[in-house]
């Protein structure tokens, strides 16, 4: 493909990556050899990159598999405030050449890495179920999300660029007016662990396509796989410095490029409590800023599914049940609330009780439908929230550590719990599942709006009024009917929420790009 022959035209209708199935036995061979293959990779040391330079440093950050807390998938090397500022360096350089490459020529670089990271899907993925401990069905979605990210912003980038032939502006006489979309600088991406490829590709093929340099900040608990997608950019030639890959403490590393007076943005995925913290730090201006840093922040949730008397009820245990414990709850989308009306309460409770006792709870390699949470501090953190859950609900399922070398809990249901409640309220992150019983559907929607949060609600429901308020009323970023509540395509479900939530910038749809972007109008005047 020449670089800068891309054209939309050119290019094949944007489709999303299918799923790979498992029930094929040579997909499951393909796995099973992918895994084997990262394993034998595993303790590797994965030096900073700035400028294209290989930085070792002496302190490194151990990534464990959680799965097994023997095994060290590798060490990432730990950058200092000085590494920080050298990587400010180089992203400013590469800046001033970047922003000149077209939007084509950009978007050349993320559809070859969508190709490669297609070629190598298992191997992306088997990165992720030893290093973050996915099952494979989930670290295949995530992998398929990431190469959708890719060849989605690809696309974007080019439309932005032509946007004055697809929304002119108003025509009058004498002028001649065009709006550019042009890039902002050098910004700071800072993604979660728990979508440690797809969020992290998202957010940095959306700043660089938009034509900024970023410096990238990996999560401490998976600079493995981050690092897997930076060798992919640099194997396809994205000139030195676009990217610059620095793992390091979020408080030390984090805080200093949030203040950063030549930071342009922040692209942040996480915590609410991390998010509020790069809001505050980022609208301090600092000696010799000369413009207001832009942050995009998506944050947590405290997801929901509605169920009313009139909905099919096995869909709904079905979908409680996925959207509750897929990958142990760490999604901002996790259901981790369920909404039941009176009439349906108890048969639909008992529904999701047997299901939940199906799922079976192991290594991740071996494929278990449930696998470890994230780290210590993430299980003690659960733990804590099952003690307090004792104390608010009644417990049906679960409650307890699980069995394995690593950092695994019983996926737990609390009956009974009453909208107030903490695990009502708080996101926990984890295998636990909080159900509140309702007079009628409209008091049932009424806590479900009850949370500081507004990402992801799902309403199951027959009834087509019910379905219309329900669509009205409930507040929440993205808004599912009879379907799970996690799970969002890209180009497909554009992913973001409201109030606590973060500033619902709706990745993977067609607004994403214009964060990364200022609008420049060039009015001429005709002779
Ligand atoms: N809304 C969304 O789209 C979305 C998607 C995925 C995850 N999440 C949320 O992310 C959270 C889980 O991810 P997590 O545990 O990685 O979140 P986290 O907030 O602990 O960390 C997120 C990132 O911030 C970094 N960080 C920590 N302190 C920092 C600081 N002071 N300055 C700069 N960076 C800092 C971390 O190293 C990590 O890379 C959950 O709350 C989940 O709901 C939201
Ligand atoms: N986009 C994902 C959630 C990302 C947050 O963890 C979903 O829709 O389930």
Redesign the pocket.
């Known amino acids: 493909m020449t670089l800068s022959k891309v054209t939309l035209e050119g290019l094949p209708v944007y489709r999303n990556e299918p799923f790979t199935d498992f029930a094929i036995a040579d997909n499951r061979k393909a796995m099973v050899d992918a895994i084997a293959a990262v394993k034998a990779e595993f303790g590797r040391t994965y030096p900073l990159t700035i400028g294209g330079n290989k930085v070792y440093t002496a302190e490194t950050i151990r990534s464990v598999n959680p799965g097994n807390v023997d095994e060290t998938v590798g060490y990432a090397c730990k950058a200092s405030k000085a590494h920080a500022e050298e990587a400010m360096g180089a992203a400013l350089t590469a800046f001033e050449t970047w922003k000149r490459a077209g939007a084509a020529e950009r978007s050349s670089y993320l559809l070859r890495a969508a190709k490669l990271m297609r070629e190598r899907k298992h191997g992306f993925s088997a990165t992720m179920i030893l290093e973050s401990g996915k099952n494979w069905v989930e670290a295949d979605v995530d992998t398929a999300e990431a190469i959708d990210f890719l060849e989605f912003y690809a696309r974007e980038a080019i439309r932005l660029s032509e946007t004055n032939e697809h929304r002119p502006l108003v025509a009058i006489p004498g002028e001649a007016n065009r709006v550019e979309y042009i890039p902002l600088g050098v910004g700071i991406v ?6 440690p490829l797809a ?1 992290c590709v998202g957010m940095t093929a959306a700043a660089i396509v938009s034509g900024n340099t970023v410096v990238l ?4 608990l998976t600079p493995v796989i981050a690092h897997r997608f930076f060798a992919l950019m640099e194997e396809v030639g994205l000139p030195a410095g676009v990217i610059n890959y620095l793992p390091g403490s ?2 030390e590393v ?2 200093y490029l ?1 203040k950063h007076p030549q930071t342009r943005f922040i692209s ?7 998010g509020l ?2 809001n505050r730090l980022a609208a301090e201006t600092s000696d010799g800023q000369i413009w207001i840093k832009r942050v995009i922040a ?4 405290k997801d929901g599914i509605v169920v009313d008397e009139t909905a099919d009820l096995d869909a709904a245990a079905a979908a409680i049940v996925a959207s509750a414990f897929g990958f142990q709850g760490q999604k ?1 989308s996790a259901g981790s609330r369920a909404i039941i009306v009176d009439d349906v309460y108890e048969e639909l409770v008992g529904k999701i009780v047997a299901r939940t006792r199906e799922l079976e709870v192991g290594l991740p390699e071996l494929d278990f439908p449930s696998g470890p949470v994230s780290d210590p501090l993430a299980f003690d953190k659960i733990m804590e929230y099952i003690d307090i859950g004792r104390g608010e609900g009644n417990l049906l399922v679960g409650g307890h550590k699980a069995e394995g070398n690593g950092y695994y809990i019983q996926p737990t249901v609390f009956s009974e719990v009453s909208p107030k409640a903490r695990i009502m309220q708080e ?1 926990i ?1 984890g295998p636990v599942l909080a159900i509140s019983r309702a007079k009628d559907y409209k008091e049932a929607i009424s806590i479900y709006n009850d949370t500081e949060f507004g ?1 992801t609600g799902s309403y199951y429901s027959q009834d087509e009024g019910r379905i219309a308020y329900a669509t009205q009323e409930m507040h929440c970023g993205n808004l599912y009917v009879n379907r799970k509540c996690t799970g969002a395509l890209v180009g497909v479900h554009p ?3 409201f109030n606590m ?2 500033t619902d910038s709706k ?1 993977g749809g067609y607004d994403y790009l214009l964060l990364f972007t200022q609008a420049k109008l060039v009015s001429r005047k005709l002779k």
């Not at 900040?217 to 401490?220: A, C, G, I, L, N």
């Not at 942040?268 to 991390?274: D, I, L, P, R």
Request: include cysteine; charged fraction near 20%.
């Open positions: 800072i993604p979660p662990w728990n979508f969020i900040k990996p999560s401490s979020g408080a984090g805080d949030t942040f995925t996480g915590s609410k409590e991390v913290r790069i998506e944050m947590g949730g901002c996101e992150f990402l992913f973001g929420g939530s973060g990745a």
